[in-house]
């Protein structure tokens, strides 16, 4: 008796976890966007544009906006995204949508615009051009220098990329060097700039966030394709 319950268990087990992996491999979410265009994951943060300052903290593990940069909107390039994103695997194997359908994105991309393993995409890629001028007002120099001086790393936004339908997501791409701050900054705050900061301002930024590991193992398969859509 003992040993049949246990190859049920052992059974169930394994229906589980190919259920699971089925999941991952045919699905097609909002972060698999996002890795197209090089960004990192999709995050609740509201309309992040390029130009828009972070501190990110000590430990990696959070990330503070500050302010935005001054910019000249001749240095911003702005490219409206339509597109079809579909799952070779899923769309190539219908009966296995209904494993893929638990837990989608469709909060994010929309009921209406998500179908198992196809996901239709509207939304804005911004990126600051690398020979951008760029300006600070003097409050935003205030909180850099303030943050800096704690050990965050201050990180410009050099990519993004926003739905339409949901703004208050946003995937990004940080500028590989730190926002450089000479001492006449701190001087000008009353502050001065400490060893700690001066060490730390010769880190790179952190250029993304961390990919889910199952948009990496299905962008290493190569079974997401993108479709651009002319009649919206």
């Known amino acids: 008796m003992l040993k049949r319950i246990s190859i049920m268990l052992g059974v169930l ?3 589980l976890g190919s259920g699971f992996v089925l999941n991952k491999v045919a699905a097609v979410t909002i972060d698999d966007v996002a890795s197209h265009f090089s960004l990192g994951r999709t995050q609740a943060t509201v309309g992040v544009s390029g130009g828009d300052i972070y501190a990110i903290a000590p430990d990696g593990l959070s990330e503070t906006r500050l302010c935005s940069l001054q ?11 339509e597109a079809k994103f579909s799952n070779t695997i899923g769309s190539t194997l219908p009966f296995l949508v209904k494993f ?11 009921a209406s615009d998500f179908s198992g393993a196809r996901m239709r995409f509207s939304g804005e890629f911004t990126e ?6 760029m300006g600070a007002p003097a409050d935003c120099e205030q909180k850099m220098a303030q943050f800096m001086n704690r050990r965050h790393k201050i990180c410009m936004v050099r990519s993004s990329l926003v739905p339409t339908n949901n703004a208050v997501f946003s995937a990004y791409r940080f500028d590989r060097l730190q926002m450089f ?3 006449s900054i701190f001087a000008m705050h009353k502050m001065e700039k400490s060893d ?14 961390a990919v889910p590991w199952d948009v990496a193992f299905r962008k290493s398969l190569r079974v997401i394709n993108m479709e651009d859509i002319t009649d919206t």
């Not at 910019?71 to 995204?81: A, H, M």
């Open 13 to 15: 087990a394994v229906l």
């Open 71 to 81: 910019l000249q909107e001749d240095f911003v390039t702005r490219v409206r995204i």
């Open 100 to 110: 893929v359908s638990f837990g989608a994105d469709e909060d994010i991309a929309g």
């Open 128 to 133: 600051l051009q690398a020979n951008a001028p």
């Open 181 to 183: 701050l000479p001492d």
């Open 196 to 209: 700690a900061a001066k060490e730390l301002q010769t880190q790179p930024c952190p250029q993304s966030s």
